[in-house]
């Protein structure tokens, strides 16, 4: 977790300000409300699976499309466990970005640090953002140095879906995850064109995103690229650590909170002759910014800078029918971070540079084992290797920072059976680590100890559904887990967040159980509800445990015990949408350590309600089309830290928006307003977050088909 020093800035903030992009402060007074075409589904609850429109548009979340399997590597939903799919239609009609449209999900939490822009990490039923496994398409998203991936690197107009695994996670992803697995597939060219969207909004927040397809007889490719710039300058309530008494409150402006970010994606295919595909996928980000530091301890001269790059290669080869594929892939990583905080802002004055670099080869294969009137049964293999390595230097002290590697091989199994209504998945694999760690903390008092580990963990899971009726599906799983302790955490990034070579690696078991029930009458209305109840048991937790009021250590916290539920109703009656949501956790430290024994895990409110309701305005002409939405969020209250000893009061936040398109100029308009209501909130670390926001975006849009 590097949540310490990833905070908003400006990057290139001379090149920015030449843009001309001045600031904006709209005032939207707007009531409607939301329901975006988010879909919550058992790939089974629907027609097997989803399949998206022809030339990779925009799904149509109408659209369903009846296949003969479950499971596939070309993108298909898997049988493994409840899914989250948000169509990319629906990231760009209603949210500004992946990290909120995730955020409104039962059972999902995105933790911020900092205002708008500011790094998004994603966790999933009480679980920490490195549990979390990432891939885009079928190629594993691992950062070299396992820092979890930020949500604000992802440009809106690249995105074609987001499905989030929040229990078992299919066999072809890798592992089973303790955080489940968030999966991001890109979208395709559909002809030739592009598209482009400006925005601006409160605290001096300017975006362009924008987005260059081609389409030809053999491939295709698609250029998605977003800048990202925001002075931060909010203000907020200052609370001297009585969250709960506001008679000693103040208002202050945040400052050292200016952020500029610049990423991309690039997404090609090209045919090679009849069974071969190529794919090319590229992903970097690049951001400047300021570190503001904590709320009660505030940073002004503090930097940070960061430099992201992953880029793969997967050739895809149809083997023997429709139904065989062979997958094989390379991709490689690399992060360079420079740490400025020479006043000791942060604790011990420091100035530092990083290098991360990692490489790695997946290999899979899925085809059918068994056909019959009665039972199909496919298999899965997966085997996988990474390597990677860290060194930096003390660029105060002219200190050269020793080297440390990490290998790896993962091999993961599963024979998804179908008889009748009901599937079974058994899957299982086991993972090899070598790794040789020398401590490089960059302070005084280090010392450099090599470390040696090697380490065979196992996992394991049972998923299984039962269709007794059109429209009905009954789920369960278990599942185990293993995750090592992530080069991040074994070195820590700062003299702020102190690493452990020590760290045990994390396990955890769990249960789960849902119901899913639809039901559609034609197209004047539609319901559907997704109830879900799970378990967890956790072994040698990895969490940052303060030291003191500038320092924080990564330690094993021994044992948890999780158990939640989650219910999701999504509804439409003619031109009006609704959903509801509702999670609920429990978490209990079960761990000898007497000042955490019987606490609740940090970071994690006990309950958590959403909802939205969208009206689909009555218009006359086919080129014009407008939605009025509003939202809600309430959280209960929340730790901050092990011991329970920083508290966060719940809050409720309220939102609303609306969208404009004219469908023939291919021109839209968006305005919203958040925390309408201005409520002081504040998230991981106690780092204060924007009060009300507004913000206006005009977009275009067009394309030439390709014959």
Known sequence: MSAFFQKPGGLWRQWCRRLGCARLLTALAVLGVASPRVTLCQPHALPEHFTPTAGGADPAPELWVRAARPISLAGQLDAAGPVTVVSGADLRRTYTSPAAALAAQPGLAVMHTGGVGSPAHLMVRGSTAEQLTVAIDDVPLSNADGAPFDLSDLPLSAVDRLEVYRGATPAWLG?????????????????????????????????????????????????????????????????????????DDRTQTRQNNDLSRLGGVLAAEWRLGERWTAYLRWLGAGSEVGVPGAALYPAL??????????????????????????????????????????????????????????????????????????????????????????????????????RSWRNSA???????LRVGEVTLTPAGGAEWIGQSLQDARQYPFAWSEVTTVQALPWHAALSGHWQPRNGWVVHTSARRAVRLANL??????????????????????????????????????????????????????IQLVGLGARQAVYQNIGQARLLGAELQVDGQLGPVRASLGHATLAS????????????????????????????????TSKHFSAALWSAAQWQSGYFLDAANL??????TLLSAGLRADLGRLGLHVDA????????????????????????????????RDTP
């Not at 395709?188 to 030809?216: I, N, P, V, Y």
């Not at 003299?495 to 249960?511: D, I, K, W, Y």
């Not at 920083?646 to 809050?651: D, K, S, Y």
Request: hydrophobic content about 40%; overall charge positive; glycine content about 14%.
């Open 301 to 402: 001269k503090a930097r940070y800078e960061q430099n992201r790059q992953l880029l793969a290669l997967q050739a895809v080869r149809r083997t023997g029918s429709a139904d065989g594929r062979l997958l094989l892939s390379l991709h490689t990583s690399g992060a360079w971070t420079v740490t400025d905080d020479r006043a000791g802002e942060l604790g011990l004055a420091w100035h530092s540079r990083q290098r991360v670099a990692g490489a790695g080869a997946v290999a899979a294969w899925e085809g059918p084992l068994a056909r019959t009137s009665r039972l199909a049964a496919d298999g899965q293999l997966r085997l996988a290797g990474q390597l990677a390595s860290v060194d930096g230097q003390d660029l105060l002290r002219g200190e050269t920072r020793p």
């Open 175 to 247: 592992p089973q995850s303790m955080g489940g697995a968030l999966r991001i597939l890109l979208r395709k060219a559909r002809g030739s064109g592009g598209e482009f969207s400006a925005a601006m909004g409160s605290f001096g927040t300017r975006q362009l995103d924008g987005g260059l397809g081609w389409q030809g007889d053999q491939g295709s490719a698609l250029l998605g690229l977003r800048w990202l710039g925001s002075t931060g300058d909010f203000a907020y309530r200052q609370d001297p650590g009585t969250a709960f008494q506001t008679s």
């Open 672 to 703: 919203r307003l958040d925390n309408a209501a201005d409520v002081p909130w504040f998230d991981l670390v106690g780092y204060p977050l924007p009060g009300r926001t507004a913000w206006l975006q005009v977009g275009w849009s067009g394309h």
């Open 488 to 541: 991040q955490e074994l070195f820590g990034d700062s003299a702020v967040v102190r690493g452990n070579a020590r760290l045990q690696p994390e396990s955890s078991v769990s249960l789960d159980g849902g119901l899913n029930w639809q039901r559609r009458g034609g197209t004047r209305w539609d319901l559907s509800v997704d109830t879900r109840a799970y378990a967890t048991w956790a072994n040698d937790l």
């Open 588 to 619: 209990v430290d079960r761990s000898q350590q007497v000042a955490y024994r019987g606490n609740a895990l940090p970071l994690w409110p006990r309950s958590r309600w959403s909802g939205r309701v969208s009206w689909q305005l009555p218009s």
């Open 646 to 651: 920083v508290a966060l009061p719940g809050r």
């Open 410 to 416: 993962t091999l993961t199994a599963a024979v998804p």
